[in-house]
């Protein structure tokens, strides 16, 4: 029990990385989205850029490259922020292909009719598209924060004291990893399932 403390606040380091990378890969990944589907063929190739290169090349290779690759070239960033930032920037390729796959779900049709009714693109995806698309992307946006809470467990090698990192702490005191690590991974699926519950309340919300 004595520590308990720091198991705490490994968690809580924990839900702090799922949260501000979650909507940091929610905002950029709807640019990204918005340069595939816009009309602009160079903009289309530097969004398709984007999510080939990050679906490509692992999480944790991107870890390393920004936590001891840019300290070499004088970037330097907190810890906590350096692995916020570089798991945003990972997640967001995959967000964007479940935003993509929702609007692929919307009839072509209606996007040419709003066209014809003298909408811009912007207004298209404002009032048309991202409407009818928003319900067919929660259940998909919600598999990628799980994964993404899951994906957390690497800012260990960034140096950040997350759950997974707390836990080898207090396992290296203790020597006792069963009771320790089954306890971190219930916390994981507490986490999993409260974000898959989330999702789901909110695509019964959007469906009615």
Known sequence: MSHLPALVDGFLTTLALVALSFTGAFALGLVVVVLRIGPLGV?????TGYVETFQN????????????????VGVRFPLFTTAVVVISLYEAAYVAEALRSGVNTVAQGQGEAARALGLTFGQTLRHVVVPQAARRVVQPLGNIGIALTMN?????????VELTASANRVNLVEALPIPIFVGAGLCYALLAAGIGGLAGLLERRLAT
């Open 152 to 160: 957390t467990s690497l800012a260990a090698v960034a140096g950040v």
């Open 57 to 72: 090349i692992p999480l944790l290779v991107w870890l390393v490259l920004f936590v001891f690759g840019l300290p070499e």
């Open 43 to 47: 903009l289309r190739a530097v969004g």
